[in-house]
């Protein structure tokens, strides 16, 4: 019977895929960025995928504007010559159709095996890469607490199941190395990662090193920075689908993308090759509307189903936290953890700034006590920072300040305890070591 299921989703993904009819247009027009293709206007729409034949090989791209006279294609690989006068038909939205025994492998944003095991088992249903955020009342409520080995984040920034969180930062601060921490959480059925625009070094040192406890539950889709901006543009998408397939039966799912600024950036050229104007620091109205509706996707499912767990990482810009795509992606999230480089500079790692950290669930999470302890070690922390240059100055003199020579005596002993290397075992008690450095 398993035999015959499959078969039969073969058949069906073969029917999808070469429609009965087609319709063929021509390219008239080839940039260095798209291409544009006329015949084909009034059977398009957007975000439908084209295939052009290229010498016998099929390029595809995706429709990004369209008139009465012509629809502009981008290619998903745009080194492949496209001639005049082309082949062009219509190929429909673009969709993958993930399978259980996914996991454990690395594909491309078009959903193609890049491990070198085999084709991918096609599953019996298609999951859009477009696909609408579930309905908001009809999402479950969140209370499951998330324990993630990381010290820092426990204590302060603690997660729940199904929590959306971002990581900002700037370029090499430690991004990478929090998200590869996060990675190996253990509570977890699946994993999806979506590397966007990473280096090409980078891929199999994160699959063997951070993710290797997990391989076996992980489904990683790759687009590197040599890669076009439509392929790195897909790829969180790709991710997406990916993760609402094993959210739909039922299973807890993590899902890391690194990072979302590049999808941004990607989406940003995109939209310029389409022709829109550039509205603010070069991006373009319709980036600020996709981003939401991209980072909606996650979070819990409907009633009876699972949930999406996800950590966007989130390049700052030139270190400014107000850049506009940082500021609009963290009013969409459920909290953000700051990565600050004048901590780093001090060789604490992870470089989380816990006064700058939120999470917006973490009342589930602590205990009335915990609470209390957790705001009372903040305002330290605060007070330890704002007087940092009178201290440096010699303005401080212990026993004229009962609050702030607290503070001088506890704060050090708490950046100890948060001190965590990537190739530390994950935390187990976190209240528990804190207290232990506190005491000495």
Not at 79 to 85: D, K, N, Q, S
Not at 176 to 185: D, E, G, N, P
Request: with cysteine.
């Amino acid at each position: 019977m398993n035999r015959l299921a499959r078969l039969e989703a073969a058949i069906q993904s073969g029917l999808d895929e070469e429609p009965f009819v087609r319709v063929r247009g021509a390219v008239r027009e080839v940039a260095p960025t798209h291409f544009v293709v006329s015949g084909l206007s009034s059977h398009l729409r957007l975000g439908d995928s084209v295939t052009v034949d290229a010498g016998g090989r099929a390029v595809v791209g995706e429709v990004v504007r369209l008139d009465h006279a012509a629809a502009i294609i981008k290619p998903f690989d745009e080194r492949i010559a496209i001639g005049i006068g082309a082949a062009a038909h219509r190929a429909g939205p673009l969709a993958f159709r993930p399978a259980a025994d996914w996991k454990g492998r690395v594909i491309n944003a078009l959903g193609r095996p890049l491990d070198g095991l085999g084709p991918l088992t096609v599953g019996p249903r298609a999951m859009p890469l477009d696909a609408d955020p579930p309905e908001a009342m009809s999402r479950s409520r969140i209370h499951k607490p998330l324990r993630t080995g990381v010290r820092v984040i426990d204590l302060f920034t603690p997660l729940c199941e199904g929590q959306r969180i971002g990581i900002f930062a700037g370029s090499g601060v430690g991004k990478s190395t929090l998200l590869s921490m996060l990675a190996r959480c253990q509570g977890f059925d699946t994993v999806v990662v979506a590397l966007v625009g990473e280096r090409g070094r980078e891929v199999r040192e994160f699959l063997e090193g951070p993710l290797a406890s997990n391989r076996h539950r992980a489904v990683v889709v790759v687009a590197t920075s040599d890669e076009s901006a439509m392929m790195r543009r897909l790829a969180p998408r790709a991710g997406f689908a990916v993760a609402e397939y094993f959210r739909d039966l039922g299973e807890s799912v993590l899902l890391i993308v690194d990072s979302v600024t590049r999808y941004a950036h990607a989406a940003r050229d995109v939209a310029l090759a389409a022709g829109e104007p550039a509205v603010t620091r070069g991006y373009a109205p319709s980036v600020f509307s996709t981003l939401p509706r991209l980072l909606e996707r996650a979070g819990p499912g409907a009633e009876g189903s699972g949930s999406i767990s996800a950590v966007f990482s989130v390049l700052v810009d030139g270190d400014d936290h107000n850049d506009p795509v940082a500021d609009a992606i963290r009013g969409t999230l459920d909290g953000h953890i700051v990565l600050d480089r004048a901590i780093a500079d001090q060789g604490r790692f992870p470089a989380v700034n816990v006064l700058g950290s939120v999470s917006r669930l973490a009342d589930l999470v602590w205990t009335p006590e915990e609470r209390t302890l957790i705001r009372r070690l903040r305002g330290l922390v605060a007070r330890y920072e704002d007087t940092r240059d009178l201290r440096l100055m010699g303005g401080y003199q212990a026993g004229s300040d009962a609050e702030l020579d607290q503070a001088v005596g506890v704060v050090p002993r708490i950046y100890d305890a948060l001190r965590q290397f990537a190739d530390a075992p994950p935390s187990r008690d976190p209240f528990g070591e804190l207290a232990q450095a506190i005491r000495g």
